[in-house]
């Protein structure tokens, strides 16, 4: 099969497992922390994907959200678990496409750990607006396409690439498993 990593010079695909690949999660969603959030998976139903804000990424890989009850996002999870996110950290790099499930709680330490002020659009009452959910999103696999050394090595080697007729790109991609 042709491709274009055929003219790379050195190696650019590295998959992460465990450790490595939570490392990966954390450091591409503190890029950019919104993520398109696709539910209803199963039913094929595109209108099902919506930007979400990424509360946090625990130790073990879990994405954490806030929603609220009444949600349309809610009630798919509740007919099936099944989530896809997608994520862009900046124009060039830091991209990330993650699979796995969702699981939906009214733990009220755990939404209070999670809470922002600005949150307080969404959920009027406060921190303690009987609407809100977390929702702990457990991911099983995924992909990632990055840099090798930041944008700005990435940046000079596509110049001198393209000033020498060479592929130079720094970029480096993966597949992540849990």
Not at 76 to 83: H, T
Not at 155 to 162: D, E, R, S, V
């Amino acid at each position: 099969m042709d491709s274009i990593n055929k003219n790379q010079p050195e190696d650019n695909h590295e998959d992460l497992i465990e450790k490595e690949a939570i490392e990966k999660i954390k450091e591409i969603v503190d890029k950019t922390q919104t993520c398109f959030f696709c539910t209803a998976i199963a039913m094929r139903e595109s209108s099902a994907a919506r930007p979400m804000s990424v509360q946090e990424v625990d130790e073990q890989g879990n994405l954490w959200f806030l929603s609220a009850n009444d949600s349309h996002k809610n009630q798919e999870l509740a007919a099936n678990a099944a989530v896809k996110l997608y994520f862009q950290g900046s124009e060039h790099s830091g991209f990330l496409q993650l699979e796995g499930n969702a699981t939906i709680s009214r733990d009220q330490t755990r939404i209070k750990e999670l809470w922002k002020p600005i949150l307080k659009t969404w959920f009027t009452e406060g921190v303690d607006d009987p609407r809100i959910t977390a929702i702990k999103f457990t991911p099983s696999e995924g992909y990632y396409w990055d840099t090798k050394h930041g944008a700005a090595v990435a940046g000079i080697k596509m110049l001198i690439g393209a000033v020498i007729g060479k592929t130079l790109d720094d970029s480096i991609e993966g597949k992540i498993v849990i």
